[in-house]
């Protein structure tokens, strides 16, 4: 069995491109059972910096033609361009990526912690739409425990930052101090709620969450500490904000030129300049809003000169995390191998014992007279004997990642097969 993954990251891809693949939780079920009658086992995590497809394959050529041309139809692109832009991991490289990126390693942000969040709500949706099997199953939760490892052992993820947090860094820098400014929050989700907290902790003044629903809206106003409106009124709520931030889930632009152009003519304050940072993916603000005059827009790409800061900040501890993710590859290898063949090798060492015992009983009735310490040598020495013919076979199985190594051996040996076979399938049920 092996791992594929193919995505679209923030590095390989211009953001018209990501905004096309990406997808948001409401609508990933269809597209789950979609990839799942395409690929099999199927898991897809869509970030504002990323969308991947991770999936599993006997046969590798097939299975990344497949991977690819499912990517490709998601991105409206044909073979040749969407491999043009796309990153491909197979086996062990896609078992590498998948932890780096649980850990926040491959993140604008390294260390970020938000990704881990999203990992889990990918792996739990893939659970609920039943397009994920097993061994997809122990990757992510492997990668997931190892995450936080890697966070403790390196310190990664210290100081807690995030793409909310390092675009009101950017805000902060375009428009000076954040004291007694008003912020107009857009989206009730958690990357907007993040990058409020922030803004607050930095002196920012009044604070507006702009929802679609009263009740979660008012209920996140409260939480933050704000007032809130709905997002009909959002052109008299832009017309009184100095900072506009925007996180929502929406398919499309919710914030146009038009509706900015309103409220600047009808802002209180005459001439009006205006911060707007978009954090959604796809966008929620219309690019063209950025060429009106008082207007400054940032969106995720312009978080990378603030990103590359603190990654230089975190270099050392990324190449800590570098080498750390190297050992978990073959750890993870192991328990799966391990996971797979352990029943076939108790099966064998218990085949192998009761020979031993039993040829060792029919000798010593045999031998008339032996001392105690000579039953003793003989003893060790038949258990030597056995010890040293089954090292090879259970060598050949714990390097192995196939139920064909363990048929094998089964068959070689004269074992149960189907009593292995079946504790296999517990195993397996267990594990899931």
């Not at 995505?7 to 059972?33: F, Q």
């Not at 107009?184 to 507006?208: F, N, Q």
Request: with cysteine; glycine share 8%.
């Amino acid at each position: 069995m092996n791992f594929l993954v193919a995505g679209l990251n923030y590095r390989t891809a211009p953001t018209e491109l990501l905004e096309r693949v990406s997808v948001n939780d409401r609508n990933l079920s269809d597209l789950l059972l979609q990839l799942q009658m395409q690929l099999g086992e199927t898991v897809v995590l869509s970030t504002c910096n990323r969308t991947e497809i991770y999936t599993t394959g006997e046969d590798l050529d097939s299975a990344r033609s497949r991977l690819i041309a499912s990517l490709g139809d998601m991105a409206d692109l044909n073979e040749d361009e969407v491999s043009a832009v796309a990153y491909v991991y197979e086996a062990d490289a896609a078992v590498r990526h998948a932890i780096r990126v649980t850990c926040g390693l491959d993140s604008m942000v390294i260390g970020e912690h938000q990704i881990a969040g999203q990992v889990q709500t990918a792996l739990r949706l893939a659970g609920e739409a039943g397009s994920i099997d097993t061994p997809l199953s122990r990757l992510f939760h492997f990668a997931l425990r190892r995450s936080r490892r890697i966070r403790e052992a390196t310190g990664i993820g210290r100081s807690r930052l995030t793409v909310s947090s390092i675009g009101v860094q950017l805000v902060e820098r375009a428009i000076g101090s954040l004291n007694d400014r008003r912020v107009l929050l857009v989206g009730a989700g958690e990357t907007g709620k993040l990058a409020a907290r922030t803004l607050g902790r930095m002196g920012a003044g009044r604070l507006i969450v702009a929802g679609r629903n009263a009740e979660r809206t008012e209920r996140v106003a409260e939480e933050l500490g704000g007032d809130w409106v709905l997002r009909d009124n959002l052109v008299s709520a832009i017309a009184n904000a100095d900072v506009v931030i925007s996180a929502t889930a929406a398919s499309e632009p919710i914030i146009t030129t038009e509706m900015v152009q309103a409220a600047l003519e009808n802002s209180d304050t005459d001439p009006h300049s205006l911060v707007m940072l978009d954090l959604a993916m796809p966008r929620d603000i219309e690019a063209t809003v950025g060429e009106l005059p008082g207007v400054t827009l940032y969106g995720l790409p312009d978080l990378q000169a603030i990103a590359d800061e603190h990654r230089a900040e975190r270099a050392d501890a990324a190449a800590e995390a570098e080498i750390i993710i190297d050992r978990d590859v073959s750890l993870f290898n192991e328990s799966l191998t391990a996971l797979a063949t352990e029943p076939v090798i108790r099966a064998l060492g218990a085949h192998a014992e009761e020979i031993r015992i039993r040829e060792l009983q029919n000798g010593l009735r045999r031998l008339k007279g032996l001392t105690d310490e000579q039953r003793s040598i003989i003893e060790s020495m038949t258990k030597s004997v056995v010890s040293k013919i089954l090292a090879d076979p259970i060598t050949f199985l714990r390097t192995r990642d196939d139920d064909e190594a363990a048929s094998a051996v089964s068959r070689l040996f004269g074992l149960p097969e189907e009593d292995a076979q079946g504790e296999s399938e517990v195993n397996e049920g267990d594990a899931r």
